[in-house]
């Protein structure tokens, strides 16, 4: 387990961005955190980290975004609107799971069943007490 704390937006997105400098094909990061924690913007970073220069949005009526553009495709999945596990088998997510780019999964514990034994588990957490743009980040 890691613990990152961060007190900006800058921060978080740089925290974001080890993560995807480090990360490998078939990775699988999955992410929880309440609405505005900072998910986005730590998959920003991600996307940084892995050389991508398109504009990353959070892929909330998609489902998933695809971005091809840097030294690893990164498959960013927002689980959030699934009403239905079957509605993953639908989009093919074993294709992405299994592929050779980088999976960043937000509201994973939806489809917990679903996210494989290796996955990296991410939590964000805010603590107002500790600042509006505080962020806990803990890596499991």
Sequence with gaps: MKVIETYSSEETFEAGRTIGRAAKAGDIYTLDGDLGAGKTVFTKGVAAGLSIKEHV???????????????????????????????????????????????????AHLINELIPENAARITIEKNPEKGFDYRKITIY
Excluded: A, K
């Design 57 to 107: 949005n959070s892929p909330t009526f998609t489902i998933i975004q695809q971005y091809d553009t840097g030294r690893l495709p990164l498959y960013h999945f927002d689980v959030y609107r699934i009403s239905d596990i079957e509605e993953m088998d639908e989009i093919g997510y074993e294709d992405y799971f299994y592929g050779n780019g980088v999976c960043i999964i937000e509201w």
